[in-house]
């Protein structure tokens, strides 16, 4: 058996390993026990939220089962966005927050995220501990009888307590005189999100609000903002906004149908916080997928630029060591962690209308702030994950890196989700680096594709 925890928690095909009933039982038992451990005689609580894919509900039993067998408490709160439950954690008081999403993924797959009390995802020695004992099967239960057996039991207000705290994200301004079409992607904020817009006074057009366990993602959505574009020019919107399936990141497009991706939304918000003076250590984090253009428009902003590996957890640690206030992805994961722990789309989205409605300005017109440059990005399917730096294809990158030079730049890595290796390359010219993408992926599918 393999390792559990990837970059973003245990992720697969629901009803094969892992995401099967039986480890998923076990992954109950193995957190329930760790939190147990540090809790002494008080029995820890869970809150347990999900997205809106036909698995959860198998999956939620098995969890729920497998913490309740140890001793500890659930707090079930049906489909939420993945920040809900960070929030509804530490608005619960509650011990850990496990939220059941593939995120963006298709529906058949299916995954496990957890939150510590303060809502911030585990660290990695913690998952480590849980990882052990989940595949030890060591965790022994026949001790836990009668009254000492944890309870379940669902939370009826949680939905209103979301909705609350992502207004006060804006203080609740009023977004009246905005027409905006939002894609919900059939996902995990399908009956939050068009409640937070519309109370705050916004006209709302919604799309794909109606999950029916299989449509998660399908053809909508973040990754698939097409339908949504569509609607915007044809209802004259002043902006799309499309989240992804458990709402923890965002891509809006302007009010012309034009995307406007993470990097571009970052930028904005980082110029306005920055001549509020609400910009910490005036600086912001990006992985190292941010788009060039990113870095050049924060130098002439005046604004330093932090780097880290790909991944929202790394951003939020980074931030959380320095103290800074922004951060995010190019894909649409972006934390103001003065009011949110991890990615909150919905929050990224209220900042960016904040920003429009104070400015009085169009989409279009603050997304001129920056300029990318042309992109291209190939996925692979890969049998394994062998070190790129010991493969052949590696000539082919530096061979790439070198006709590109200071004016373009190639990145070659592996999901840390699913088996695909992503190469991302960025020049001036948009022919030259189609060439250069497909070379490098004709040669990697050579050595290691599927």
């Not at 760790?34 to 509900?57: A, M, N, Q, W």
């Not at 849980?130 to 039991?153: C, D, F, M, P, W």
């Amino acid at each position: 058996m393999g390792k559990l925890f990837g970059t973003d928690g245990i992720r697969g095909v629901a009803n094969i390993y892992p995401m099967t009933p039986e480890m998923v039982l076990n992954v109950g038992k193995a957190t329930a026990h760790v939190f147990k451990e540090k809790c002494g005689k008080r029995k820890p609580e869970f809150v347990i939220g999900k997205d809106t894919r036909l698995s959860g509900y198998m999956i939620e039993n098995a969890l729920a089962s497998g913490i309740v067998s140890v001793g500890a408490d659930v707090l079930l709160v049906g489909p939420m966005p993945t920040p809900a439950i960070a929030h509804l954690t530490k608005s619960l008081n509650a011990d850990a927050g496990i939220v059941l999403s593939a995120s963006h993924n298709p529906a058949e797959d299916n995954g496990i995220k957890i939150f510590s009390g303060d809502g911030y995802k585990l660290p990695d020695d913690v998952e480590n501990e849980i990882e052990k004992y989940a595949l030890s099967e060591r965790i022994r239960t026949e001790h836990v009888k009668g009254g000492l057996i944890g309870k379940a039991h669902r939370v009826d207000d949680a939905k209103g307590r979301y909705i609350e705290f992502a207004k006060a994200s804006v203080k609740s301004m009023s977004l009246k005189g905005l027409k905006i079409v939002l894609d919900c992607a059939n996902g995990a904020a399908y009956n939050t999100a068009p409640h937070i817009l519309s109370e705050l006074g916004a006209e709302v057009i919604v799309l794909n609000d109606r999950p029916d366990g299989l449509n998660i993602n399908l053809d909508c959505g973040a990754l698939h903002p097409e339908k949504m574009i569509e609607v915007v020019i044809k209802e004259k919107a002043d902006i799309g906004i499309a989240l992804d399936g458990d709402a923890d990141r965002v891509i809006v497009c302007d009010e012309k149908g034009r995307c406007v991706d993470g990097d571009h939304i970052i930028a904005i918000c980082a110029i306005d916080m920055k001549e509020k003076d609400a910009l910490r250590k005036n600086s912001v984090v990006v992985t190292i997928m941010a788009n060039k253009g990113f870095d050049i428009a924060m130098e002439k902003a005046g604004i330093k630029v932090v780097k880290t590996k790909v991944g929202d957890r790394y951003v939020v640690d980074e931030m959380r060591k320095k103290g800074y206030v922004l951060g995010g992805e190019q894909s649409g994961h972006i934390i103001f962690s003065d009011y949110t722990t991890t990615g909150d789309g919905v929050i990224s989205a209220l900042q960016l209308l904040r920003v429009m409605k104070e400015r009085g300005a169009k989409l279009s017109k603050l997304a001129e702030c920056m300029t990318s440059l042309p992109q291209v990005l190939v996925n692979i399917v890969v049998k394994g994950k062998k070190d790129i730096n010991k493969l052949k294809v590696n000539n082919n990158i530096k061979s790439a890196e070198l006709k590109l030079g200071e004016k373009g730049r190639v990145l070659v890595r592996y999901s840390g989700t699913q088996n695909l290796c992503r190469i991302m390359i960025e020049g001036e010219n948009k022919r030259e680096i189609h060439k250069v993408a497909n070379d490098i992926a004709k040669a990697m599918k050579k050595e290691i594709g599927a």
